[in-house]
């Protein structure tokens, strides 16, 4: 015998129960649904609209390019007169490595000027006194001073250049000199050297490598005013000469350093009759022997 019976499936949901629920649950809104659309598009408009722009006027564009020209010459003008110096005192020699590593040995008494931060644009220096210079290969090199300008590319030469005196020796390669004002030049190759007397550059051959005896603390004159010697002899060893007037001789020859000064006035002024008489401590006066 078969009985139909009713079987109940306790994973199905009781709709007619979940109906009632809904039914009694009122929810309550703070806004309308219109107001809510019309809030939304609010928003939305305000998103899409442009970014404002201002524009510079005519005049606030001119003072910004006036400022970058005053900045940038500002900085030009610094670059270029911005200088470095190196002085040698009396008594003393000196090596100095310029920015492209060319190499100048300044003898005592002398001043080496330069522009480090223009260096790219014109290798120029000026001299007051006397140096040798070993100069790398580039552009043009120029040793400006007060009498004559020496120009060269890659080489090495000595400039002698005080007061009145101006001479150029080449020892490697080759070196133009010219005077200040250009309108006179020469072009020297090793063992030449050029001198300005007065208003002439002279030229003539040497034994160059006399000229740079200096570097090693000797000392050479060939066919020198005398005055020219006493000079150098105050230089390297820091001493003071009172000179009598009417002494204008010419000098022919070398002593080195180590030498003791009143020997080294001993060789010179014994050629001449001079005598030399030491006052104080580092002063002397020469005169002629009566």
Sequence with gaps: MKTNSKHSDSS???????????????????????DIWTKMESQLTEQKRPAKVIALNRSTWQWAVAAVFVLLLGTTAFMRFYTESAIVSAGEHRLVE???????????????????????VSREVELDGEAYFEVQKGSR????????????LGTSFNIFARDD???????????????????????????????????????????????IAWITNRFV???RPIQEVFD?????????????????????????????????????????????????????RIEKSN
């Design 165 to 211: 005196a101006y001479r150029v020796t080449c020892l490697t390669g080759k070196v133009q000199v010219s005077t200040t004002d250009e309108k006179k030049q020469v072009v020297l190759s090793p063992n030449e050297k050029a001198e300005l007397l007065g208003a002439e550059l002279t030229k003539s051959t040497v034994v160059a490598s006399e000229s």
């Design 232 to 284: 150098e002899i105050e230089r390297q060893y820091k001493v003071t000469f009172h000179v009598d007037n009417g002494i204008n001789f010419t000098y022919s020859g070398n002593f080195e350093k180590q030498t003791d000064v009143k020997q080294v006035l001993g060789y010179v002024c014994r050629p001449f009759s001079l005598k030399f008489t030491e006052e104080q401590p580092g002063v002397f």
């Design 141 to 152: 090199f120029v040793v400006a001073s007060e009498k004559g300008n020496t120009a060269v």
């Design 98 to 120: 310029l920015p492209d590593q060319s190499k100048v040995q300044l003898n005592a008494g002398s001043e080496l000027t330069w522009h480090p931060y223009w260096w790219q």
């Design 12 to 34: 199905s949901p009781n709709w007619q129960k979940l109906e009632e629920l809904n039914s009694k649950v009122t929810v309550k809104w703070e806004s309308s649904a219109e």
């Design 221 to 223: 004159f060939a066919g």
